[in-house]
Every structure is written in structure tokens, then in C-alpha cells.
């Protein structure tokens, strides 16, 4: 007889030999049992997790001589004839390479001739996702109301791709991904059947490169079994499946938890220098930091544990961690992970992640609550914020006063005397009197009125309806946390992140975050409401779940808007009105005549 591969020598021949889907096989069995089973169901769940082979055991046990019955006896001439395929009566159709429609009326004329060597024609439609939407519409009214004799069993690994009105006409039933360990047991059963010494680490290795996949499982290891034949070593898997050993693992974990860069970028050179994938290398390095994150949270958890066990050298890297930190780096290289797929530098952007891994500083969260206590108290006791720079301050909030001796301001709209002019001998002022010096820090009183528009007009964009009082501890903490908005809108979508990224936040007040752009293009793209809806939930995140909206403007807006809320107009306008226009104008003539002289100068009114 042929050689056959292990995954068709070990295929289930019976429900209780399909592995880690007992939520399918019970409730099967149970229908069998009552005679309550359905004319149309559903497989769907990653490849590999016994779709397949379910629907052929469910084809056997309600054909079997003996039964329906809850297991097939797999003795019968119905039961063999299934296992072989030689029963006309149960056909196995792949929707991959029968998808067009005239297979599918073909299909519906023969339903409805009676089945000849069994109770039951089956229908078993493998990858149905595949079909088109024209044999969709032929099955429909046949997978509706079919004959009595007649049971579809669609499987898939894609049931979102199906029409609603095909998954509304079956009993669904979701194939999930097994567990580890459910995986090494079957090894192991395997492994003792065939007479096979394997090495308990190198079970776990299967199981993982698997993942989640039996028939993947049992593919890895009749491959691993040729190329160590009775003996199977994790070495052998390491060298054949390209991942990295733990001990180098753990190597890469203590340079990152002992800020040793050279260190680990020279583990990270030696590997891809052996030819290491950086994809497998990355996935390699995620699975080890979260198998340490795994230890430290829930250490005794078998159902989370992918490990054979925590060996000494693992527990010993464990320790010199934190899971806080473990979480940071994981989230550092999943970012990582997901840029891979559209760089073509894989290699500069793994060396740059061990960089910034081996850089990232652990944080203690009670020094923390520490610190945030003690500003809590300072600010209950009424402690003054530090002085803000008159460029920087928001809305009608004046810069606070330096420690002095108050000084009386004077109204803006009063104007003081006019000094005489200066003697002629001098060509420029050597003082000017004290009312007529426009200060950098201006110390005039708030304004009166209530609305912190100026007298007079309406701020640009719209931004008095807006800013009426902006809080400068809330624009510090969108400040503060900016980059982590930017990185949640990319995640979202990358497209928002890039227009958002080339503006500024500038005031917060009013359920409003107010960012200001340098181009009209940005400002009215970002706007847009299929950007502003990732946007905003952003932004309502980062203010503790309190809604606020996107207010986009001109930087140049802003600017003027500064001006006109602080009571003033821009430096230009008010070095003008600071000089008297007479004064001015002999300024000038002074400075005239001593570059040219008197005789040679006219003033013309």
C-alpha cells in the first residue's frame, strides 16, 4: 500500500476523535439521537479544525446499517463506501473549482432523484464562500425547502462572504481554533503509535508553528519525523520550520531588559545572517514577550500557557521585568508588525524597534500616583502656575505678573500727552517719555466687556462663538498626549492620521479641540465628515470620554484671533498707534536733514 501522509492516515473516523470541538460533536450527536437533524448546516472555522471531516462522520452515522446512530460503526458497506468515496449517493463538491452557476442547476436536478444505496443524499459543498452570486441565487429555493432525503453541509472558512439568505437557511456551527496542549496530546498519541521518541519542547514548537490548525499540525510533523526520523529533536524543528531557539530568546530579553543595545542588535545581526525571515523573527520575539507577560499576570493559567513549562531560564528573564513594561514593548513591536507589510526595509526596521525596546524606560506607577497627589494639593492650595509667555496665552487669560511692585496701567483708548520734539543737533530719540513705550509683556487690566471679542467686529472663522474660555491645563494634557492621538487615528485610518498630522492643537474650551493647519488644504480635508468621525472618538478618549468636536483653522486666523481676544491688535498696529503721527513726521525730517542737510531738503505738506 502507498505511503499516506499522517494527516490522512490519522484523520477522525469518529466524533470522539475530532479535537477541541466537543460544543460541535455533543450537539451532532444529540440531533442524531432524537432524529431532530437539520437539512442544511453550516461548518465554518479556521482550516485545519475538522470541518471536512465532521460533515463526512455526520454522512456516515445517519447512513450507517446499524444506525442512525450516534458514532458510525465504520464496518458497514454505507460506512466504508463514504470513507473511500466510491457512494455516488454522498458527494464531497469543492466551490473553488465548481463555482459557476450551470454546476449549481446541474446539481439542483439530480436532488430531487432518490438516493440510491443509502437513507440520505448528502451534499458536502467545500470553500462555498467561493461560489458566485448567480449559483447563490440557484441554491437558494433548493437549500430552502429540498426533499426529504436530501442534507447540504456547506463548509467554509469564511462565512462573512456568504449571503444572509444562505446562513439564515442553516444551522451555523463555529470550528474553533485548538489549543496547544490539545495539540501535544495528539502528538504524543501519534508519536507512541509510531513508535517515535520526541522531545517534549519540540511537541510545543508543532503546536505553535500550527497554530490552531491540526492538519497543519500533523503536515509539521510527518516533515519533522522524516528529517529526524525516530528520534525528533527541538533543534530539528528550529532548523526546519526557521524559528529561533528559546535560549536566544532569552538572550535578546536580558539585553533589552539591561539596556545593553550592542548586545542585542548583535543577537538580531546573527540571526539574519543565517538567513532568518524578519516577519518570523518579529512573530518569534512577540511570542516570547508575551509568554513573559503571561507569567507575570496569570503564572499558574494552562489555558493562556503555549509553554511545555516555565524552565529556570525563563523564570530568571522574568524576573527582570515588569509587567507595565512588558506591556509597552509588546505594543511597540505590534506597531512594528503592522508597518512591516508596507515597507520593504524589514531589516532597518527591526534593528530600530531593538533600539527603542532597549531604550524604553519602566515606570513605577505608585512614584506616579505620588506625583499626581501632590500637584492635586498644590493646586487645592491655591499655589500660582508658572508665568506663560504673552505669544502663548489663550483666549482672555492675561500672562501671569512677575513678583513687584504693581504698576497703574492705563486704558488702551486714553492717549498721553505729546512730548515736545527733540533738538534738532540729535538724529534720533535718545528717551521717550514712559507712556509711549510699548511694552514685550503687556500689564493692562482685563477688559470690561463680557464677551471677549473687541469692540467693534467679529473674530475670524468664527472662533468667539467658539473660545470663550480655554482652559491651558486641558490644551497641556491634549498636548501631552497628542502623539498617542496621532497613533490611534493612523490605526483607525491611516489617511485621517496624515492630514491630521500636519496641524497643531492650539485651545481647548466648549467641547471643542481647536487645531490650527498652515494649508487651507489640510484645514478643509481634515473637516471632512469621513474624516472628523475617526477623528472625534479620538479626541473623546483622550478627554476621559467627554465628546469634543474638530475645529480646523488657519494658523494666520489664529493669530489674529489671539489679538483680538487679548483686547489688542497685531505689533504692527499698535507700534502705529503707540507714536503720534506729528512726532512721526519730525522723526523723519530730523533724520533727513542729517543725511542730506537742510539746504538740500524740502518739506512738502
Same mark, same amino acid.
Given at each position: 500500500m502507498a505511503y499516506l501522509a499522517l494527516y490522512r492516515e490519522w484523520r477522525p473516523q469518529l466524533f470522539r476523535d475530532i479535537v477541541g470541538q466537543e460544543h460541535v460533536t455533543r450537539t451532532l450527536q444529540n440531533a442524531i439521537r432524537q432524529q431532530r437533524f437539520a437539512h442544511a448546516y453550516l461548518f465554518n472555522g479556521p482550516r485545519g479544525t475538522g470541518k471536512t471531516s465532521a460533515a463526512k462522520i455526520l454522512s456516515k452515522a445517519i447512513n450507517c446499517e446499524h444506525g442512525p446512530a450516534e458514532e458510525p460503526c465504520n464496518?458497514? *458497506?454505507?460506512?466504508?463506501?463514504?470513507?473511500?468515496?466510491?457512494?455516488?449517493?454522498?458527494?464531497?463538491?469543492?466551490?473553488?473549482?465548481?463555482?459557476?452557476?450551470?454546476?449549481?442547476?446541474?446539481?439542483?436536478?439530480?436532488?430531487?432523484?432518490?438516493? =440510491?444505496?443509502? $437513507?440520505?443524499?448528502?451534499?458536502?459543498?467545500? !470553500?462555498?464562500?467561493?461560489?458566485?452570486? !448567480?449559483?447563490?441565487?440557484?441554491?437558494?429555493? =433548493?437549500?430552502?425547502? /429540498? /426533499?426529504? *432525503?436530501?442534507?447540504?453541509?456547506?463548509?467554509?472558512?469564511? /462565512? *462573512?462572504?456568504? /449571503?444572509?439568505?444562505? &446562513?439564515?437557511?442553516?444551522?451555523?456551527?463555529?470550528? $474553533?481554533?485548538?489549543?496547544?496542549?490539545?495539540?501535544?496530546?495528539?502528538? $504524543?498519541?501519534?508519536?507512541?503509535?509510531?513508535?517515535?521518541?520526541?522531545?517534549?519542547?519540540?511537541?510545543?514548537?508543532?503546536?505553535?508553528?500550527? !497554530?490552531?490548525?491540526?492538519?497543519?499540525?500533523?503536515?509539521?510533523?510527518?516533515?519533522?519525523?522524516?528529517?529526524?526520523?525516530?528520534?525528533?529533536?527541538?533543534?530539528?524543528? &528550529?532548523?526546519?520550520v526557521g524559528a529561533i531557539g528559546t535560549d536566544v530568546l532569552a538572550q535578546l530579553a536580558e539585553g533589552v531588559a539591561e539596556h545593553d543595545v550592542p548586545r542585542a542588535l548583535g543577537i538580531i545581526g546573527n540571526l539574519m545572517d543565517k538567513g532568518k525571515d524578519v516577519g518570523q523573527l518579529l512573530h518569534d520575539i512577540v511570542t516570547y514577550f508575551r509568554d513573559l507577560l503571561m507569567y507575570k499576570t496569570v503564572p499558574h493559567l494552562e489555558e493562556v500557557s503555549d509553554r511545555a513549562n516555565y524552565d529556570r531560564e525563563f523564570v530568571q528573564v522574568a524576573t527582570k521585568f515588569e509587567a507595565p513594561l512588558l506591556i509597552q514593548l509588546i505594543e511597540q513591536m505590534t506597531q512594528v508588525q503592522n508597518e512591516l507589510k508596507w515597507q520593504s526595509q524589514g531589516r532597518l526596521l527591526l534593528e530600530m524597534l531593538i533600539v527603542r525596546l532597549c531604550q524604553t524606560q519602566s515606570f513605577d506607577p505608585e512614584s506616579l500616583l505620588k506625583r499626581i497627589q501632590e500637584l492635586e494639593q498644590k493646586v487645592a492650595n491655591g499655589v500660582p502656575a508658572a508665568p506663560t509667555p504673552t505669544g502663548q496665552a489663550l483666549g482672555g487669560q492675561m500672562p501671569t505678573q512677575p513678583p513687584g511692585p504693581a504698576r497703574s496701567p492705563q486704558p488702551m483708548h486714553q492717549q498721553p500727552p505729546v512730548a515736545a520734539p527733540m533738538p534738532q543737533a540729535s538724529p534720533a530719540p535718545q528717551q521717550e517719555p514712559e507712556p509711549r513705550q510699548v511694552e514685550a509683556t503687556p500689564t493692562r487690566p482685563q477688559p470690561p466687556a463680557a464677551s471677549p471679542a473687541p469692540q467693534g467686529g467679529i473674530a475670524p472663522g468664527g472662533l468667539d462663538k467658539i473660545v470663550t474660555q480655554p482652559s491651558p491645563e486641558a490644551l497641556a494634557h491634549v498636548h501631552q498626549f497628542w502623539p498617542r492621538v496621532l497613533d490611534d487615528v493612523k490605526a483607525r485610518k491611516i489617511t485621517a492620521q496624515a492630514w491630521l498630522l500636519a496641524g497643531n492643537p492650539v485651545a481647548v474650551d466648549n467641547g471643542y479641540i481647536v487645531v490650527a493647519f498652515k494649508s487651507p488644504i489640510h484645514k478643509e480635508t481634515v473637516m471632512k465628515p469621513i474624516h472628523r468621525e475617526i477623528i472625534e472618538p479620538v479626541f473623546a478618549q483622550l478627554m476621559n470620554g467627554q465628546p469634543h468636536q474638530l475645529f480646523a483653522v488657519m494658523e494666520s486666523e489664529w493669530e489674529k484671533f489671539q489679538a483680538h481676544f487679548q483686547g489688542s491688535a497685531p505689533p504692527a498696529e499698535v507700534q502705529e498707534t503707540a507714536v503720534p503721527k506729528e512726532e512721526a513726521k519730525d522723526e523723519l525730517v530730523e533724520r533727513a536733514q542729517a543725511l542730506f542737510g537742510s539746504e538740500h531738503l524740502e518739506v512738502v505738506e
Open positions: 464496518e458497514c *458497506h454505507a460506512c466504508l463506501g463514504i470513507t473511500k468515496g466510491t457512494i455516488m449517493d454522498v458527494m464531497e463538491i469543492d466551490a473553488a473549482s465548481n463555482r459557476g452557476v450551470d454546476e449549481i442547476r446541474d446539481l439542483r436536478d439530480k436532488v430531487k432523484f432518490a438516493p =440510491t444505496e443509502v $437513507r440520505y443524499k448528502v451534499y458536502i459543498i467545500d !470553500e462555498v464562500h467561493m461560489l458566485t452570486t !448567480e449559483a447563490f441565487n440557484a441554491l437558494l429555493k =433548493t437549500l430552502e425547502e /429540498p /426533499p426529504q *432525503h436530501v442534507m447540504f453541509i456547506l463548509a467554509t472558512t469564511e /462565512p *462573512h462572504k456568504l /449571503p444572509a439568505t444562505i &446562513i439564515s437557511r442553516c444551522q451555523r456551527f463555529d470550528f $474553533r481554533r485548538i489549543m496547544g496542549r490539545q495539540i501535544v496530546d495528539r502528538l $504524543r498519541y501519534i508519536a507512541d503509535q509510531k513508535a517515535v521518541q520526541v522531545e517534549e519542547e519540540a511537541y510545543w514548537l508543532v503546536a505553535r508553528a500550527a !497554530e490552531g490548525g491540526m492538519r497543519d499540525a500533523l503536515s509539521i510533523f510527518d516533515q519533522v519525523i522524516s528529517f529526524g526520523g525516530d528520534q525528533v529533536r527541538a533543534s530539528d524543528i &528550529i532548523a526546519m
